[in-house]
């Protein structure tokens, strides 16, 4: 039984290669077309350059400031509770991932010239002129004025939410769960923008989260000042005085570090080679699936003509 296995498979692979031999000039032409059609393609494809940092997040409860709030929250739990301070322990390196990745994060970005059309609207960038060079059917540079066709639902203008999905196209970011860094990377044709670009997420990452942890630690001392006056009890006194210590030491760490979230360890950089496409692994896989299309038709084909035969 297994000789009679045998001899079929070695007549319908006998079968195969005379099929494909006789058809060869075909798969041949088509194969040296697909190579054609690959080099031409990848010589279009722009070069993509990409920058990277690793940032290391700064801990509220181990800075030099003196422990910060997380230790004094969870002592005092019940009034942290009561003005909003969070005594949980958890992430900023997951809270600075998500922040940077959201959507309101990018449209802070895009208040900042040239980010917007450098996302949008990009279309070829001069490595000997340092130039980058917008798509005129959508933004004319020329006059700073967005002169697109204006898609279904959609302003003139992009906004945030339009752009938000070639936003996440751009950038990269994640987490080392053992050392705890963070590695985030921006890519674009253009090596001088995707350094600024980079640059700049690390920076407003840094301010609105000083920002919001300012105004979250002046609202609470407004309240606890407020809650001090009324209270008697020594105990109590005691705690509020030990959270209004807390409120005024994030207080001074906001005001005396402009790395308040993100430290960077390894900076952005302009990159000076291109990190895609890789045009020769383009032109062999179009080859190899050029070859394998035409005998992938070749027999079905054959087969098809083959069975009508047989029917008839």
Do not use: C
């Amino acid at each position: 039984m297994s000789n009679m296995n045998t001899e079929r498979e070695d007549i319908n692979l006998n079968e195969i290669y005379k099929v494909l031999n006789l058809n060869k000039k075909f798969l041949i032409l088509l194969t040296i077309l697909a190579f054609i059609f690959s080099i031409f393609y990848s010589l279009k494809l722009p070069n993509i350059y990409k920058t990277e940092a690793l940032l290391s997040v700064v801990e509220q409860n181990n800075s030099s400031v003196g422990g910060g709030i997380g230790a004094l929250a969870s002592q005092y739990s019940g009034l942290s509770s009561l003005i909003g301070i969070s005594s949980s322990n958890s992430s900023r390196a997951q809270f600075a991932i998500e922040k940077i990745k959201s959507r309101d994060f990018l449209r802070h970005l895009l208040t900042f010239d040239g980010v917007l059309e450098s996302l949008y609207a990009p279309k070829s960038y001069d490595l000997s002129k340092n130039k980058l060079y917008f798509d005129n059917s959508v933004f004319d540079s020329s006059k700073n004025v967005w002169v697109r066709e204006i898609p279904v639902n959609r302003k003139l203008v992009p906004s945030y939410l339009e752009v938000y999905s070639l936003y996440l196209e751009s950038i990269s970011i994640e987490e080392d769960k053992i050392s705890g860094y963070i590695r985030i990377s921006v890519k674009h044709i253009s090596p001088v923008f995707a350094n600024k670009f980079l640059q700049l997420i690390i920076q407003e990452a840094n301010n609105l989260a000083k920002k919001d942890d300012l105004a979250e630690a002046n609202n609470s001392l407004e309240y606890l000042n407020i809650q001090l006056k009324s209270v008697t009890q020594s105990d109590i006194r005691k705690s509020i005085n030990d959270i209004i210590e807390s409120q005024l030491k994030i207080q001074m760490f906001a005001n005396i570090r402009d790395d308040y979230l993100l430290i960077s360890l390894d900076k952005p950089f302009i990159p000076e080679v291109k990190s895609e496409p890789s045009r020769a692994l383009l032109v062999i896989v179009s080859t190899f699936l050029g070859f394998f299309i035409g005998s992938i038709l070749t027999l079905s084909n054959y087969y098809i003509f083959k069975l009508r035969i047989l029917k008839t």
